[in-house]
């Protein structure tokens, strides 16, 4: 049982030590808005923030894995979103 403990310890270390998964969501400050005026685009994004969170809820994994797939898959849905209104990622 100790054995699988530290296996587990040094896995999760190692997860978390290589920055595969960034543990935050995307907002409207990482798309240009070009000529949107500020409401329009403010409006926009909240409409994909919404869009984001209602994929969440669908979720059901607990731990480490459950928190990166809690942000990868509000990430992803709000991409498609933002790029589905004709806004671009910053670089």
């Known amino acids: 049982m100790q054995l699988n403990k530290s296996i587990l310890i040094s896995l999760i270390s190692i997860a978390s030590l290589s920055g ?17 005026p500020d409401k329009q685009f403010t409006t926009e994004s ?10 969440r809820t669908m979720g ?22 933002m790029r589905s209104k004709g806004y ?4």
């Open 20 to 36: 595969c998964t960034s543990f935050s969501n995307l907002d409207s400050s990482a798309f240009d808005k070009g000529a949107i």
């Open 46 to 55: 909240a409409q994909c923030e919404m869009e984001g969170e209602k994929s």
């Open 60 to 81: 059901g994994m607990g731990g480490l894995a459950g928190t990166s797939s809690y942000y990868e898959t509000f990430n992803r849905v709000y991409d498609a979103c």
């Open 88 to 91: 671009t990622r910053k670089q």
